[in-house]
């Protein structure tokens, strides 16, 4: 048996190395038809979330308008007593800090780890030019609080452009000079508070959800297709209206005299002086984030339970079985992929919700999203706002690892 050599294309050149071209073609063809999603993803998403992630242990604020005290601050071990040379340091950086006008950005810095100190550094600044040796002494007449070793500990972390000061603060906790970190006390603790508080709330709208949206789907799997072309449309229906709108009208019908309280007195519920209170606290909030977010959860489902045959149940009831035998038994274990797709989707979207707690909620129903706004927005603390936002991010992580482990992602079916 002689040996024929490699297999030769009409080109001459071997099949097997013509085919790997025709490979390499065809996949650098489909990688340039979706590199423009991976460049918008990446930019839009990747970069955005990283950003964030690093924002929420990093801060140079303080190390890069005070770099005397910083470098001083290196040395320090947080505990030991203060220097002079400590101070000539601080009042070097104080100096040029209120010449280039970074002086207010520093002050701040350092009173969000030691509340009370922002009108120290302003202070000071404004004089330290003036102060001659033993500084110690000088800072000390314009402000004895230059004495407290806590200040002085707050500058430390201040000091350091890596740290997880922000971390421990959006857990509740404080960060201290030395390393270590201190729970807060209890009247202090909110953000553990209202990640507990942001699930719960979350939890309940998909279980809501959940019970209003099953039969929902059910109806629309079942029905002739003109009845379920008609109801599928009213299900859609709120898509075609604004977010806003729609919360604006939740307003309108929670209110103490609003259609629901007036419906409650005219049917004999209430009576006209007890009317229910249903809007700026968390009832509200469920109420309006589990109408705006049921389409979520009927169209996966819907997905699911059409691809079920309906012979199923009729092959169940022809075997003994009872309607509740036949449901459980037949028809609601083959509904679970869509169970799960659409309770992640709408706990997702009900952990980031915004808009609709901060309209209907008021005070009580404030979530921890209102909370990473008002950072971003009004106290301008980005790095809180940011670690506040990791925290969270870990938190989706963790719940879509737990569906992957219960469900299956392959089985995730949205419709």
């Given at each position: ?263 409650f007195v005219w049917l004999g519920i209430t009576s006209d002086d007890s009317r229910f209170s249903l809007i700026y606290n ?123 482990k219960v469900v299956g992602i392959d089985n995730m079916k949205m419709g």
């Amino acid at each position: 048996m002689t040996d024929t050599g490699p297999v030769l294309a009409a080109d001459g050149t071997p099949l097997k190395k013509k085919l790997a071209q025709a490979l390499f073609v065809s996949r650098a063809r489909a990688f340039s038809l979706v590199l423009p999603l991976l460049i918008f993803i990446v930019a839009s998403f990747i970069i955005p979330i990283f950003s964030l992630m690093v924002q929420g242990v990093k801060n140079d604020t303080y190390s890069s308008n005070m770099p005397a005290t910083t470098a001083i601050m290196a040395e320090w071990d947080g505990a030991s007593e203060l220097t002079e040379d400590m101070f000539a340091a601080l009042v070097t950086d104080l100096i040029q800090a209120r010449a280039d006008k970074s002086i207010g950005r520093v002050a701040t810095r350092v009173n969000r780890e030691y509340a009370g100190t922002r009108s120290m550094f302003t202070k000071s600044a404004r004089r330290a030019a003036k102060l001659e040796a033993p500084f110690m002494a000088a800072m000390l007449d314009i402000d004895e609080d230059w004495g407290d070793i806590n200040v002085w500990g707050a500058m430390k972390v201040s000091s350091q452009t890596l740290s997880p000061a922000f971390y421990a603060a959006a857990l509740d906790a404080d960060y201290k000079a030395d390393g270590s970190f201190v729970r807060l006390d209890t009247e202090d603790r909110i953000y553990v508070y209202l990640f507990v508080k942001t699930l719960a709330v979350a939890l309940a709208v998909t279980l809501a959800t959940l019970a209003l949206g099953y039969p929902v789907a059910w109806l629309l799997a079942s029905l002739p297709i003109r009845q379920s072309n008609l109801l599928m449309i009213l299900v859609l229906l709120p898509f075609w209206t604004s977010l806003l709108v729609r919360t604006t009208a939740w307003i309108a019908m929670l209110q103490s005299h609003g259609v629901l309280n007036n419906v409650f007195v005219w049917l004999g519920i209430t009576s006209d002086d007890s009317r229910f209170s249903l809007i700026y606290n968390m009832t509200g909030t469920i109420i309006a984030m589990t109408h705006i977010l049921l389409p979520f959860m009927i169209l996966p489902l819907f997905s699911v339970m059409k691809g079920i045959p309906p012979t199923y149940l009729r092959a169940a009831k022809s075997l003994g079985a009872t309607n509740w035998t036949a449901f459980w038994r037949v028809y609601f274990p083959g509904t679970i992929p869509g169970i799960g797709a659409g309770a992640l989707l709408v706990f997702i979207l009900s952990i980031g919700y915004y808009i609709t707690p901060a309209l209907v909620g008021g005070q009580d129903g404030q979530l921890i999203s209102n909370f990473i706004a008002y950072h971003m927005q009004k106290s301008l603390n980005w790095s809180l706002a940011a670690a506040l936002g990791g925290i969270l991010l870990v938190i989706v992580l963790a719940i879509y690892w737990v569906y992957d482990k219960v469900v299956g992602i392959d089985n995730m079916k949205m419709g």
